[in-house]
């Protein structure tokens, strides 16, 4: 799985505890979401304040 970080379009280094946990977080949190097939490609995210 590759995860990447971007905070007001700069590219915010993880390491690779952090890379795995947040991928597998965010992918079980959108797979359990009715709608969402099981042979997803790609999640983004956009978050905007």
Known sequence: MDVKLFVDGEE???NK???KF??????????ALRGVREDWKEIK???KR
């Open 12 to 14: 915010i280094s993880l």
């Open 17 to 19: 505890f952090v890379a």
């Open 22 to 31: 947040l991928g597998n977080t965010i992918a079980g949190a959108v797979g």
């Open 45 to 47: 995210i956009e978050i």
